[in-house]
């Protein structure tokens, strides 16, 4: 195994490792608050900043470690030189048939420039017909306030 | 061999000048999120501008978004299909995709520009095959189930605003919404609404997270459906990567480098990225947005005519010109122009009258929305005509919730107040509506015969919220209890069981009383068998609160009263009432770490000698020495 081949597992590793921790920290602590809730407690929060702070500081090392591997590996330039080389899925090659008639075919199309128009029309359409019946509203209504089920508080 | 050959030799392209389409992401994520004072004041940008979509997936919760986001907006609006035809969300998704395509995925998606600076981490990378090619197809089936399916059958069958993708799956939501409100520490309550919603998509970021730093775009591939909406247009789209037929031979290393699991150039999984650019030995491919070329092949005997790529580049400096003072106005538009025009509205309904506040000022309270201060008086109109006057309710435990039309746990725990006033007649329930949205609450109201509770609507001019301090992140409640100190503020929605337990809570406590009053609430409160008994010393009570005791003690260590303390955090203090006969200061406060601080002496005394002592939950009683002169 060359050096760079080690240098990118161990980066693989650590990556891991602090996706792992930071999963694992979440679940521990969503885990305990189910307990305590099951226990009667219900006013029991599962996390708190001091909580989520506790569980998430043995991430920090790995993570540091693992940025400074990144930066380092950026400048000396090291990184899987796999990823340049042409694909070599022989049975995907073989399902791309003829690449140049398919992609000259849909760039020629004539029939393309009154689809756009006919597209960006409608899209016209439906944006005055959305501002007539409230749509603009509720998008305004929805982005103003947080949605908390979006983003996972409620 | 030229630099250009060389490069194509070893498969390190540089001629898609991934730099340029860098900085172009950077740019968008930066524009898309230009309410940086967000970040700071942990508060969302609630401007007119939200009314309309960004083309990327950018989360319209985060702190920074000065606009919505459309996989959200879609979501709401097929959720709201029922009564308004989702017209505009459609319209909109239809001119970006026509103008744009999926070159949006490739330029302008600040979750693109996360999973390609998660891929340059230097670990072994999977290369697409005709795995992940099955793969990409999974985002249509999330496109149909998530955004489509369950908003539509949830919203329209059943009247429950249930964003699938939103609130399951999307790691744009947690990172820059959930993530980006919680690291404010004005948004601490905001962890008490933490459960499991929250514990699975954190999960699923992190996975989706750590599938990028391996498996180039994973997100946009295998699952945004956004992407996938975007990339039925990809075909007819404005913009995008072309081929020149008369240079194009059919070797195919346009689609043997890409990245992307696409079967020619410019189909529906290609995100206009440039790098078949750069692969391609004709120079056949270029960027185009209709018949101006953006981005084509530079020097060799392909790039055009050099008059051409001059105009080229010069247009560029012409337009990355124009684009900067564009972000350089958003960001002080956002930021400074904009704040300091929304502050010289009036609140015309917020008053606190002077002499509640100098006469409870004079009894150590802080007037605030804190548990433990005095509610700020105020007065609105309610959706039946008449006045409401917070000072009007003193002797009556007052429930303020907020809530809006468009939160769905708002919703579901709106029944559970009316439920409370027909148990507990005694109780005063508002319910005032966010501004956002504010007319459409009335109809929503109608016909749900919850006669008991108080209405308002929340506006810019009136501004209840602002005054409460309240968060953008509904629902919230607060209980005020007799004496009209706040007992209880949270941002979390409610079950019948917590709210009945919390008035009940309130309806015991004491806090504020004169002494006498105290003495006669302690034996209401220990006759009501349904009550909570008060906290014990040290033990955490039924809102998280824990009984502090610090005793004030001189040099020669005598009880010292008179003493008042304040129980500061890193974010607020606290004053306690003037330790009694004992030096004895007692507090009810969340299990947290307080630093104490002294506010006033009586005379003849000097600051105490232990300046720093901090208390918390696992200490017992702590002794602050003051200095008798």
């Known amino acids: 195994m060359t050096r760079k081949q080690s240098f990118l597992i161990v980066q693989s590793v650590l990556c891991a490792l602090v996706a792992g921790l930071l999963a694992a920290a979440a679940l521990s602590l969503y885990f305990e608050g189910a307990a305590k809730q099951a226990e009667g407690d219900l006013f029991y929060s599962m996390y708190t900043r001091e909580k989520a702070a506790d569980k998430l500081l043995p991430v920090i090392p790995l993570f540091l470690v693992s940025l400074g591997m990144t930066v380092g590996g950026l400048i000396l330039g090291v990184r899987d030189e796999n990823q340049d080389k042409p694909m070599r899925d022989e049975k995907l090659l073989r399902s791309l048939g003829n690449i140049r008639d398919r992609a000259v075919r849909q760039t020629a199309e004539p029939k393309e420039l009154y689809l756009r128009v006919a597209v960006m029309s409608l899209a016209a359409v439906l944006i005055a017909a959305g501002i007539i019946n409230g749509g603009l509203e509720d998008v305004f209504a929805k982005g103003a306030a947080i949605c908390t089920e979006c983003v996972g508080l409620g | ?629």
Not at chain 2, 121 to 145: D, F, G, Q
């Open chain 2, 1 to 629: 061999m030229d630099k250009r050959e060389s490069a194509r030799k070893t498969g390190r392209e540089k001629i898609g000048r991934p730099a340029s389409r860098r900085l172009v992401q950077l740019y968008a994520a930066l524009l898309y999120n230009a309410n940086l004072k967000g970040f700071m004041d942990g508060h969302i940008y609630s401007g007119g501008l939200k009314a309309v979509c960004v083309p990327g997936l950018n989360c319209y919760s985060c702190p920074g978004a000065v606009a919505s986001c459309p996989l959200g907006a879609l979501q709401n609006a097929l959720n709201a299909a029922g009564h308004t035809a989702p017209w505009y969300v459609m319209g909109i998704l239809a001119l970006f995709g026509v103008v744009l395509g999926r070159t949006i995925c490739g330029w302008i998606c600040p979750l693109g520009l996360i999973q390609e600076l998660l891929h340059k981490i230097p670990t072994p990378k999977i290369r697409k095959s005709n795995v992940t090619r099955k793969l990409s197809h999974l985002k249509y089936v999330i496109l149909a189930v998530f955004v489509i399916a369950i908003p539509l059958i949830y919203g329209v069958g059943k009247g429950i605003i249930l964003p699938g993708f939103c609130k399951y799956i999307c790691p744009a939501g947690t990172l820059e919404g959930a993530v980006g409100i919680l690291q404010n520490p004005a948004n601490s309550s905001s962890f008490f609404q933490l459960k499991a919603v929250f514990t699975n998509k954190w999960v699923i970021m992190v996975v989706i997270g750590l599938a990028c730093v391996f498996c180039y775009r994973s997100f946009c591939r295998f699952i945004c459906p956004l992407g996938a909406i975007y990339g039925f247009f990809n075909r007819f789209a404005l913009t995008g990567v072309k081929v020149n037929p008369d240079r194009c031979n059919g070797c195919g290393q346009c689609v043997v480098k890409c990245p992307m699991d696409v079967r020619h150039v410019g189909d529906h999984e290609c995100i206009s990225c440039g790098k078949c650019i750069g692969a391609c030995a004709q120079g056949a491919i270029s960027l185009q947005c209709g018949k101006l070329t953006l981005m084509g092949p530079e020097g060799g005997p392909n790039a055009g005519p050099e008059p051409a790529v001059r105009k080229r580049k010069k247009n560029g400096r012409i337009a990355w010109c124009i684009a900067i003072a564009v972000l350089v106005f958003a960001v002080g538009w956002f930021n400074l122009i904009e704040p300091a025009l929304s502050k010289a509205q009036p609140f015309a309904a917020a008053v606190v009258t002077e002499h509640e506040t100098e006469g409870d000022s004079a009894l150590g309270f802080v007037l605030g929305t804190e548990p433990g201060n005095l509610a700020p008086d105020f007065a609105t109109e309610l959706l039946s005509g008449e006045k409401f006057q917070l000072s009007e309710h003193r002797g009556q435990v007052v429930v303020i919730n907020f809530w809006a039309v468009t939160c769905a746990p708002c919703l579901e725990e709106l029944p559970y107040y009316e439920q409370l006033k027909t148990a507990y007649p005694d109780v005063e329930i508002l319910a005032v509506h966010h501004k956002a949205g504010a007319n459409k609450a009335q109809d929503f109201l109608a016909g749900k015969g919850w006669d008991h509770l108080d209405f308002a609507l929340d506006s810019k001019e009136k501004g209840i919220l602002p005054l409460l301090n309240a968060s953008d992140a509904m629902p919230q409640t607060i209980i005020i209890n007799k004496q009209g100190v706040v007992t209880y503020n949270a941002q979390t929605p409610l079950t019948y069981d917590k709210l009945e337990e919390l008035y009940k809570s309130a309806l015991a406590d004491n806090t504020g009383a004169p002494a006498e009053e105290k003495t006669e609430t302690a034996k209401e409160a220990a006759a009501e068998p349904t009550g909570e008994p008060a906290a014990a010393a040290g033990k955490r009570g039924i809102l998280g609160k824990r009984v502090y005791s610090v005793t004030v003690a001189d040099q020669h260590e005598s009880p010292v009263a008179g003493v008042i303390l304040a129980f500061c955090t890193d974010t607020a203090c606290r004053n306690s009432e003037p330790s009694d006969e004992n030096g004895k200061v007692t507090m009810k406060l969340d299990p947290d770490k307080y630093h104490v601080q002294v506010v006033d002496l009586p005379d003849g005394f000097d600051g105490p000698e232990n300046m720093d002592m901090y208390i918390g939950p696992e200490a017992g009683d702590a002794t602050l020495t003051v200095i008798r002169r």
